[in-house]
Antibody
């Protein structure tokens, strides 16, 4: 059974850093495309970042230069390192397996809440 | 505002058929597939429709998707109370650096 479990969210001051984790089971993270998608309180979905199976990474303009997506093959885990956090980064962050045009974002984690506030 | 335009709300009574629209442009919906996600209150989004009209395993055939030109629609027939949720359309946009773009979401209320 495919499962994604995020962790690492919390309350952080503006300008601070946080690393989110997404532990996967039932499939191999490094063999798949993986995306992070966020949802600000009461708002819609916003794509944040993707890592391809080959290792290439891409980011939304809103987080480029501040966030870094990565993965650990031995732990079958996806990460999102978030630096220089701003109030507008406050959101629930979801990781998802990204099958692109084949089948979209087919599995999602339960999400982890990041609150940026002083 | 979102690249893809959805009505903020929709409603129907049990057993009714409702449709949710998603409007885009030639650089997104007009040139690629559309995907639909359902988000029940307090939960993560779940894939409902992929490649315009394909249902993942486990999604009942009450849900159907279609696309025409730069617009797409999600239809739900035999509406049930458990269908009350937020629905999002998604695709890519050739003119943006974002990998995925989403509609603003439609909150479906079952009266």
């Amino acid at each position: 059974e495919v499962q994604l479990v995020e962790s690492g969210g919390g309350l952080i001051q503006p300008g601070g850093s946080l690393r989110l984790s997404c532990a996967a089971s039932g499939f191999t993270v490094s063999s798949n495309y993986m995306s992070w998608v966020r949802q600000a309180p009461g708002k819609g979905l916003e794509w944040v970042s993707i890592i391809y199976s080959g290792g290439s990474t891409y980011y939304a303009d809103s987080v480029k230069g501040r966030f870094t997506i990565s993965r650990d093959k031995s732990k079958n885990t996806l990460y999102l390192q978030m630096n220089s956090l701003r109030a507008e980064d406050t959101a629930i962050y979801y990781c998802a397996r990204d099958l692109q045009e084949v089948a979209g974002l087919d599995y999602w984690g339960q999400g982890t809440l990041v609150t940026v506030s002083s | 505002q979102s690249v893809l335009t959805q009505p903020p709300s929709a409603s129907g009574t049990p057993g009714q058929r409702v449709t949710i629209s998603c409007s885009g442009s030639s650089s997104n919906i007009g040139s690629t597939y559309v995907y639909w996600y359902r988000q029940l209150p307090g939960t993560a989004p779940k894939l409902l429709i992929y490649r315009n009209n394909q249902r993942p395993s486990g999604v009942p055939d009450r849900f159907s998707g279609s696309k025409s030109g730069t617009s797409a629609s999600l239809a739900i027939s035999g509406l049930r109370s458990e269908d009350e949720a937020d629905y999002y359309c998604a695709t890519w946009d050739d003119s943006l650096s974002a990998n995925w773009v989403f509609g603003g979401g439609t909150k479906l209320t079952v009266l």
